[in-house]
């Protein structure tokens, strides 16, 4: 059931919805410090170590790098293909980094509740790439 659950929400955010363009500005932070965070709050993921600010942190970051993908590429279907793409693999890490987090849960409470996190952290991203808030 679990499984099922997780590639369903990968699957998810893999899709894009065209139907609605908004303009969103991203800050100047450059595209190697986002990764490193991200990578770093990844590790605390998969560690066990994180909390909720720090899945705050990641889902504003890894939106940050879907609108940074997104403009790069100049035509509409290449912005909303790399996005995507983009969208699937820090989805894919995130789900690597829970899964190791719910593995090592030290009882099943502590399992559950990183499994909601994970939800919810996966549920914005993907409200955010449906809603196409990364397209310009």
């Given at each position: 059931?679990?499984?099922?659950?997780?590639?369903?929400?990968?699957?998810?955010?893999?899709?894009v919805?065209?139907?609605?363009?908004?303009?969103?500005?991203?800050?100047?932070?450059?595209?190697?410090?986002?990764?490193a965070?991200i990578?770093?709050?990844?590790?605390?993921?998969?560690?066990?170590?994180?909390?909720?600010?720090?899945?705050?942190?990641l889902?504003?970051?890894?939106?940050?790098?879907?609108?940074?993908?997104?403009?790069?590429?100049?035509?509409?279907?290449?912005?909303?293909?790399?996005a995507?793409?983009?969208?699937?693999k820090?989805?894919?890490?995130?789900?690597?980094?829970?899964?190791?987090?719910?593995?090592?849960?030290?009882?099943?409470?502590?399992?559950?509740?990183?499994?909601?996190?994970?939800?919810?952290?996966?549920?914005?991203?993907?409200?955010?790439?449906?809603?196409?808030?990364?397209?310009?």
């Amino acid at each position: 059931m679990t499984k099922l659950a997780v590639v369903a929400i990968v699957l998810l955010a893999s899709t894009v919805s065209q139907s609605q363009r908004i303009i969103r500005e991203t800050p100047t932070r450059s595209t190697d410090e986002n990764a490193a965070v991200i990578g770093d709050i990844l590790q605390k993921i998969s560690s066990g170590d994180s909390n909720a600010k720090d899945d705050a942190k990641l889902v504003e970051l890894i939106k940050q790098e879907i609108v940074r993908t997104a403009e790069e590429i100049k035509t509409p279907t290449g912005s909303i293909d790399a996005a995507a793409k983009k969208a699937q693999k820090l989805v894919s890490e995130l789900t690597s980094a829970y899964t190791n987090a719910i593995y090592k849960s030290k009882s099943p409470e502590d399992g559950r509740e990183n499994f909601t996190r994970f939800q919810n952290t996966v549920q914005a991203i993907v409200e955010f790439i449906k809603n196409g808030q990364f397209l310009a």
